[in-house]
Every structure is written in C-alpha cells, then in structure tokens.
C-alpha cells in the first residue's frame, strides 16, 4: 500500500446517538411500532419522535457506524476523515466538535433542505442489548456532490457504511466514491451493515463488493445474506476464493479474518462486565482496520480489534471519548 | 405544612451539559482566559466556543443546578415541577424531554429572541473536580412574565436558583416567585449556587434570606458569604439564631441541616470511587428536601441525601437517568 496522508476516511451517515436504558416493557412497546429488538430499525420522524416519547431521561453523544469505526481508529493513533452530512443544527455541532477533537479530518457538507442532523435512539435492555432506531434527517440527502474526491484520493482506504445504500442518491454517491478510491490506488471498504439493509439492496451490494469491493465488512448474518451462503463456514469459504479480505465477527464467538487466501480465526476477548453491545461491531472494523493498515499480521490486528471490541461492550455508548486505545492496548 | 399537589417546584436555569475529561493542561488553558478551577465561570458565547474547542469529544446530559436538584428529588418518588426557559433548539428539546421523561411537570417559556438554550461546559479533571463554563442563552431572558405563579401556589416547597441572580430580569422574577409561594402558604428554599454569585449580588441575596427564604441550602463558602461569619461555625450559629432551616454541605467532610433552632451533623458516605463531583451538592439538596417535605426527621433526611449525593460522585454528570433512588435508598 502506498503511503498517503489519511489511513482511513470513512463515508457515511453523521448521527448523534440519544441513549437510555429501559427494560423489556419498552421494546414491547416498540413491537407494538413494528420496530424489532437488537437491529437498526430505521425510522420516520413520525416513529422517532414517538419512540423517544417512550423513552426516560437521555444521554448524548456522537454515533454513526462508519463514523464510530473512524473514532476507533484514530483513537489508537491512526489519521483519520470522515465525509458525511451535517444540518445547521446542535447535533451538527456536536457531531462536528467531537470529529475533529478526536483529530479526525471532517468533510462535512451543511444541508440546508431543513432537516435536521440525523440523530438515533438506542435503547438498551438489562441484557446489554441495543435496538437502533434511526432516523436520518438530512443524511437522507447525501448525493454525489458531497463525496468529497480529493479526500479519497490522499486516503490509503476507503470505508463505505453499508446504511448508505438505504437511500438512492447515497448509492450513486457510493459509486463515485469507491471510484475515487480506486482511481487513486487506495483499497475500498464496505461495512454491510445490516442484514436487512443488505437483503433490501442485494444486487446493488453483490455488484459493489464483487467488482470494488477490497475488504468486506460484516457480522455472520450479513455476510451469509451476501454470500447467499448456507451457514457461516461457507461464507468465509467464497470469501477466501473470491480473493477478498474480510473482517466477519461472530458477536461473543469471536471473529474471522480472511487475508490472502488464508482464514485466521480470532478469539473473543470476555469484557469485564457486559453493559452495552452499542458500537462493538464498528470498534472491531476500526481497530482491526487500524492493524492491517499498520502492517500487522491479521492476527495480530484481529487479537487487538477483540480487545478494542470487548472494552467498548462493558461501557456505556459506542464510544469512549476518554480513553486513548492507543495508550491502552498498543504499549 | 399543607398538603400540596407539587411537593417542590424549582424556578432556575434550563441548561445541558456538555462533559468530557481533562488532564490539567486545559485548565491551566482555561486560566489564560480568566477562567478558574472547581468552580461555576459565566461565560459568553465567545468564551463558551474557546472552551468546546479546548475539549475532546463530548456527552451531553441535562443539567442546570436547581434541575438536577428536581431530578434527583422525582428519582426519590417526589411530584415536582420546573420554571424555567428554553428555545426552539435541539438542547431544549433535550432538556424538556428529560425533565417529563422523569415525572416532572415542566413550565417553560419558548424564548425567540434567537438565543439558544442555555448549556455549561464541563471539564471534570482526574482528581474527580469539575470545572463548569456555563453560557446562559435564552435563560438569560427569564423574567417575571415567565412565573407561572399557578404552579408555585400548588407546590409545597419554591426552589430558587442563586445563579439566576446574575440577570437583572431573573432577580425581579425571583421576587414574584417568592411572593407566590408565601401567599399561598408554600415554603421558600434558597439555594446559593457559587460564593462569587453571593458576593456579586450580595445585598440582594441578604435581603431575600431574611425576608422571603425558609430554607437556605448551600457550602461552607457559600453560607459564610452570605452571613459574613469568620468560620463556618458562626454561619451556622447566626442560621440557627434566624429560625432558618438550613441545608449545609461541607464536600467530603459531610454536612450541617439546621432546624427548628436545632443543628444536625450529617456523616458524609464514601463513594464507591471518586468519579466526577458535578452535581453533588445538587442531588444532596433535592434529597435533604425531599426528606424534609416528606416528614422524616432533618437527621434521617441528611443521611439519605448523603447517600444519594454519594452515588452521584461515583458517576460521570450530574444525574443519574438509570437509577431510580427510591428503589436504592428507600427500600
């Protein structure tokens, strides 16, 4: 890989998370909505308002897949950016403010359509479990014009968010990215997300990951949804002679990384309390994105995103502003 | 004392907190700017945006002193409201929503001056002392016509936050809520806020103690600015001599309740870990007086608030959303 100036910029959605923990009586309600427990349930304005209603007291801070991988990231040293779009709004403040604290290049086009920053109610159950319920505001505008080339271009790899490809104008703005990424020599990532997103967009995914796609990103689910595979070990079978990389976790089995052709398994690392699984997905793409890209082995890279994982699930949130994972897990 | 539907209401400052943790080379910034350790800076909007640049990434909470007192008192089983003011901006809507999510009856002017909601940003440093910079906002635009003087004849208890001193408009409010609360047989409590804000309005402050306050709540330094005692045992004793109830916190060496000519010593409880201070003194205040409005002895009630003030130091902000108090202590 040739030395650029960034490692990793990300493309992607630009939220803000509220949080609260409830009991089961809540996700009941949300059933009741057609919102289902443990999954990013994407959401109208209509259903986020009524879902915070249903909510008690929050606490704020700045969310986002591909953004959460890019904090992950940088907070064990690596150069990171991140292209998204932010309102004229607080949460667009917010957002902004802890991008770049982290010291996070931010290419943020401001919507001026009048929606608001895109924001997500996570709720989280006595079982560490989070149910997503996102509504996108003006990151449902994301078009080709904000993808912002010359960032790519300085960028070693490029991580698209799967949740992207839930919008029209966001899957052509995909295209030019991954383009971008291409053009320039970089590698493309692709995060898939969701199960439900992959199933919704199949033939735009499958024609991505085949024909741009560097390093896949997944959880079991997504990847067999993908691969169209019957169970998981038949997943990192096509993925292995399809020549991809990939980083595939398996929630508290573990993980999968695939590299050159080789298969590489990673043991989960037990968190010291299980608080909150918000986030664990994302701080395992970062990190072990952060390894292979510093030329670590994929074990090696895998071992240090289970660590960065498993910290991230005894916390609250999908984030830990306060910690350096640098001074933590690379000394 | 009659039975009201309210048991208190609070007249104070709307604000949202926007924490994150420093080592000492920011406050040692912070000083450049005028700006001092441990205590409450008011800040202009210009001084607020210096800080959230010296700051990493963020969470966001409610906050304001005389809400977190309510707060900590609904988490107890107390029916309380608030008085306050916000606009039509994403941290009111925060702030609104936390307080009714909680049980709280909220009565809050939409300021359209073009303002935004008050928000405090706080640096809590690693010996667990927070540093806060509030910026007022719209609440600087609380004035009289903002008492709902209803709300306060329905409440047992009138909370009055000292920081709303700073504004002339909220001092001539302050006086109307008082006035409601005596005619319609309700208590006036006081709380003092910050030593500077005693000192900056302090023939003000001593006017409205001797004349409308019930109940004084505040520290060492706070009661001793008022009282203009040598030590912190003459401010007591002039409390006692006045008929004052009194609620005195002392930080880690406990705290004083005086009632009915009688003074309590009240053993401080270690926390489990020093965390974050934000918001102790709150929380003891708005457990102390739903002891008090409740019928327990000043006593018990200073122990319960010492339990309860605990708790909150050995947690990051200034509330506790997850935790109900009244199934922790009063079970």
Redesign the interface.
């Known amino acids: 890989m040739t030395e650029k100036e960034f490692g990793l910029v990300g493309v992607g959605n630009a939220l803000v998370d509220v949080l609260?923990?409830e009991d089961e009586s809540v996700i009941a309600e949300l059933a009741k909505m057609g919102l289902e427990k443990g999954v990013m349930n994407m959401v109208t304005k209509a259903q986020s308002e009524a879902v915070?209603d249903l909510?008690?007291?929050?606490?704020?801070?700045?969310g986002g897949s591909g953004a959460n991988s890019l904090?992950c990231f940088a907070s064990l040293g690596g150069k990171g950016a991140f292209i998204g779009k932010i309102a004229d709004?607080?949460?667009g403040e917010?957002f902004k403010?802890?991008m770049e604290?982290?010291g996070i290049t931010l290419s943020a086009a401001i919507d001026t359509d009048g929606d608001?920053t895109g924001h997500s109610h996570i709720i989280v159950t006595p079982d560490g479990e989070r149910t997503m319920n996102t509504y996108l505001g003006c990151s449902t505008n994301f078009d080709e014009g904000d993808v912002d080339v010359d960032l790519i271009a300085r960028s070693e790899i490029t991580l698209l968010e799967g949740y992207l490809f839930d919008k029209p104008k966001a899957k052509a703005a995909f295209r030019v990215a991954a383009q971008a990424a291409k053009d320039s020599g970089g590698k493309v990532a692709l995060t898939l997300s969701d199960k439900g997103c992959v199933e919704r967009h199949y033939e735009d995914f499958k024609k991505l990951a085949d024909e741009s796609v560097d390093i896949l990103i997944g959880n079991e689910s997504e990847i067999m949804a993908l691969t169209l595979a019957e169970n998981f070990e038949a997943a990192v079978k096509q993925v292995q002679e399809a020549g991809k990389t990939a980083i595939l976790t398996k929630g508290s089995r573990g993980a999968v990384i695939v590299d050159q052709g080789k298969v590489y398994d990673i043991a989960s690392v037990k968190p010291e309390k299980l608080e909150d699984t918000t986030g664990a997905g994302d701080a395992f793409a970062g990190a072990a994105l952060y390894g292979l890209s510093k030329g670590m082995s994929p074990q090696d890279a895998g071992d240090l995103a289970a660590k960065v994982a498993s910290f991230t699930i005894s916390h609250v949130?999908a984030?830990s502003?306060?910690t350096s994972f640098a001074e933590m897990f690379l000394k």
Chains 1, 2 share one sequence.
Not at 55 to 62: F, P, R
């Open positions: 609260s923990r915070y909510m008690g007291a929050t606490t704020e801070m700045s904090a709004d607080q949460f917010i403010h802890d604290a982290q608001s949130g984030r502003p306060d």
